[in-house]
């Protein structure tokens, strides 16, 4: 199973969303390999400072390496892909070998037409999925953002509160409220792909 991160908005919650996602999705006895295709390989970084049991770190920062990085899949892998914002020749890549599509995003002025544009790059008929990241839930922003979504059809698929340890990053260890919310999407992620 292929699992894209992606957006085209830079500093969404993609590399916290990748990474937590394969914590995840690592107890689960599955080998799960991180492919990161971001060149700044942040999600490298952090699992070099934090490794975790049963996720093993590709780095795949051009074409040519994301093909060979999505090559060693097979039926009883995972395979998590954080993408860079900018790189669009990436994200079609990550895109159009993708089982499912996870698109993080904040809630805020300029993130519903960059959401909008990656939901729309998503080839027909591969699940996606929206993850709030860093949201405050009790905002009235927050509120109208996900009843907006909810009218329009939007798939939510997770919320992960604005909490400083997740901030924290490769500086801490996975903090326990991103794994539940990590959780949650990632039952939402294998139920879409098995409908497939
Ligand atoms: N739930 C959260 N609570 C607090 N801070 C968060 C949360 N999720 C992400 N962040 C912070 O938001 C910033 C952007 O997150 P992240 O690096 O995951 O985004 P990105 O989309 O991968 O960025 P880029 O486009 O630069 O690759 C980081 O500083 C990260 O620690
Ligand atoms: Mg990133």
């Known amino acids: 199973m292929r699992v894209a991160v992606v957006s085209v908005k830079g500093g969404v919650g993609k590399t916290t969303t990748a990474v937590y996602l394969a914590a995840v999705a690592a107890r689960g006895r599955r080998a799960v390999t991180l492919v990161d295709a971001d060149p700044q390989g942040s999600a490298a970084v952090w699992l070099e400072s934090w490794p975790i049991d049963n996720i093993e770190v590709f780095e795949a920062p051009s074409e040519r390496l994301l093909r060979k990085a999505l090559a060693q899949d097979d039926e009883h892998s995972v395979l998590i892909i954080d ?12 895109l159009a070998q993708a089982d499912v599509v996870v698109v993080p995003t904040r809630i805020g002025g300029v993130e519903g037409p960059r959401l909008t544009s990656t939901l729309e790059m998503v080839p027909d008929g591969i699940p996606a999925g929206i993850v709030v990241s860093s949201a405050r839930t009790w905002t009235r922003d927050f509120r109208e953002a996900v009843d907006a979504w909810a009218a329009e059809s939007v798939p939510v698929w997770g919320v992960v509160p604005e909490r400083v340890g997740i901030a924290a990053g490769p500086d801490a260890d996975l903090h326990i409220d991103g794994l539940d919310a990590a959780a949650d999407v990632w039952q939402r992620v294998t139920r879409a792909a098995r409908r497939r």
């Open 83 to 94: 993408t860079p914002p900018a790189s669009e020749r990436l994200i079609s890549a990550s």
